[in-house]
């Protein structure tokens, strides 16, 4: 709720000692209101509820969207062109996330690319050179009948 209170007083370009006399409290109290060491009574949270123009629910409730706070972001939206609003550091998220994906496929598809092109040039240099003994070319058969033969 704190912060919430700051946000609200400074979008409405009010002090705490301006806020203090609507309110008739002292700028002490909003002082802690805002820095949440103390929470305003509920006849406050209505008037300031009333002042910066958002519903009581909104201001006890950490996880509520105020309509006017929903209003600004549309206001700095992009609209692409399929009419859906997308805020601008979310379409900026977007974006890098598609070009870091992108990014990816391209370098595994060149390292698959890669990894099939050695393979096969080892597959071809593993064939080359293993070849079955009855398929190599005979020079020179010996005909010695005693087993004995002499060089020329």
Not at 36 to 48: I, M
Not at 123 to 130: E, F, G, K, L, P
Request: net charge negative.
């Amino acid at each position: 709720m704190a912060t919430k209170l700051v946000s609200l007083r400074k979008q409405k370009g009010l002090t705490q000692m301006k806020v203090a006399e609507m309110l008739n409290v002292s700028r002490q109290a909003i002082s802690r209101w805002e820095v949440g060491s103390a929470v305003p009574s509920t006849d406050n949270l209505k008037v300031l509820g009333e002042l910066y123009g958002v519903p009581v629910d909104y201001l006890l409730d950490d996880d509520a969207v105020c309509e006017s706070k929903a209003a600004e972001t549309m206001e700095e939206a992009e609209i692409p062109d399929d009419n859906t609003v997308v805020p601008l550091d979310e379409g900026k998220a977007d974006k890098s996330k598609i070009i870091a994906v992108c990014i990816s496929c391209v370098l595994v598809i060149v390292i698959a690319i890669s990894t099939l092109i050695c393979v096969h040039k080892l597959q071809d240099r593993n064939t080359d050179a293993i070849m079955p003994i009855m398929d190599m070319d005979i020079d020179h058969v010996d005909d010695s009948p005693d087993g004995t033969f002499t060089f020329e």
